[in-house]
Nanobody, 124 residues
Framework: NVHLTEFGGGSVQAGESLRLSCVVY????????FGWFRRTPGNEREGVAG????????YYADFVKGRFIISHDRSKNTIYLQMNRVKPEDSATYYC?????????????????WGQGTQVTVSA
């Protein structure tokens, strides 16, 4: 079984940068997509970024495009989300996720393996 644990959340000011990490415990064999999602209280979880394993095709939600970058370090079995020029509306609990269907890494509905989340708070 695979287990995901997120790190790096915290409080930052608008305009600053933050990097989230997601350590994957166990094998990613069979999983072809890495993703980051977020949720705010009272709202549905929404896709933020996706990455195709190996091919490194990247997918972003419009509200983070040009500011956030998803990456994967295979040697560390870690997925990253570099958050730049953050805004107060980026405040949320952030989750990393996996799914199996290659070429569908931008299809947020297919992600089905989740971490526990890490809180990010951005003050104005």
């Amino acid at each position: 079984n695979v287990h995901l644990t997120e790190f790096g959340g915290g409080s930052v000011q608008a305009g600053e940068s933050l990097r989230l990490s997601c350590v994957v415990y166990g094998s990613t064999y069979g999983y072809n997509c890495f993703g980051w999602f977020r949720r705010t209280p009272g709202n549905e979880r929404e896709g933020v970024a996706g990455l195709t394993k190996g091919d490194n095709d990247e997918y972003y939600a419009d509200f983070v495009k040009g500011r956030f970058i998803i990456s994967h370090d295979r040697s560390k079995n870690t997925i990253y989300l570099q958050m730049n020029r953050v805004k107060p509306e980026d405040s949320a609990t952030y989750y990393c996720a996996l799914q199996r269907q290659r070429a569908q890494c931008g299809n947020w509905a297919l992600y089905n393996t989740w971490g526990q989340g890490t809180q990010v708070t951005v003050s104005a």
